[in-house]
């Protein structure tokens, strides 16, 4: 009987070895997506938000044709640059977060990246990425929204035009 116990555990134990080695391998590459995000103005002290659709378009981001079967295990925000037209573009923020957002309501919007304060002498924001959001569910969807809140510190009345570039982690097999 005892004998019987171990040949049964040493067979599950080479089955699972040999489910897990017909996985194909992981790999990750990096790609990034631009685009702007623009406020028509007036616009008033505290928080201000602007969404952009993007549509999830894995060959043009990856640089590559899509491998048929391909799925995503894991993409994070790697980086987040927001940069206005001008160097005053950014005068008057005090803060910008970004978020991503979906139409499927199973998917709760999540906070990507955050930058307070913001200097406007440099012309650029560099928003600090959270390392713990993961984003593949998002980009199982065909589309989804990039939102930032500009948090001004004082009414504005010009339109305002920020344009974004986020470099983008994608893990997949």
């Given at each position: 009987?005892h004998?019987?116990?171990?040949?049964?555990g040493?067979?599950?134990?080479?089955?699972?070895?040999?489910?897990?080695?017909?996985q194909s391998?992981?790999?990750?590459q990096?790609?990034?997506t631009?685009?702007?995000?623009e406020?028509?103005?007036?616009?008033?002290?505290?928080?201000?938000?602007?969404?952009v659709?993007?549509?999830?378009?894995?060959?043009?981001?990856?640089?590559?044709?899509?491998?048929?079967g391909?799925?995503?295990t894991?993409?994070?925000?790697k980086?987040?640059?927001l940069s206005?037209d001008?160097i005053s573009?950014?005068?008057?923020?005090?803060s910008?977060?970004?978020?991503?957002a979906s139409?499927?309501?199973?998917?709760?919007m999540?906070?990507?990246?955050?930058l307070?304060?913001?200097?406007?002498?440099?012309?650029q924001?560099?928003?600090?990425?959270?390392?713990?959001?993961?984003?593949?569910?998002?980009?199982?969807?065909?589309?989804?929204?990039?939102v930032?809140?500009a948090?001004?510190s004082?009414?504005?009345?010009?339109?305002?035009?920020l344009?974004g570039?986020f470099?983008?982690?994608?893990?997949?097999r």
């Amino acid at each position: 009987m005892h004998f019987r116990i171990i040949t049964l555990g040493a067979f599950w134990g080479l089955l699972m070895l040999l489910m897990n080695g017909c996985q194909s391998e992981s790999k990750t590459q990096t790609g990034t997506t631009e685009c702007a995000f623009e406020w028509a103005g007036p616009l008033y002290e505290g928080s201000n938000p602007a969404q952009v659709l993007i549509k999830v378009d894995l060959a043009g981001l990856l640089g590559n044709p899509v491998p048929e079967g391909m799925k995503i295990t894991k993409v994070q925000l790697k980086s987040a640059e927001l940069s206005g037209d001008s160097i005053s573009d950014l005068t008057g923020i005090g803060s910008l977060v970004l978020s991503i957002a979906s139409d499927d309501p199973s998917l709760p919007m999540k906070e990507l990246a955050v930058l307070n304060p913001v200097s406007a002498a440099s012309g650029q924001a560099i928003l600090q990425p959270s390392p713990e959001a993961e984003l593949s569910d998002f980009f199982s969807q065909k589309s989804f929204y990039l939102v930032v809140d500009a948090g001004l510190s004082a009414d504005k009345d010009q339109n305002l035009r920020l344009n974004g570039r986020f470099q983008w982690e994608i893990q997949y097999r």
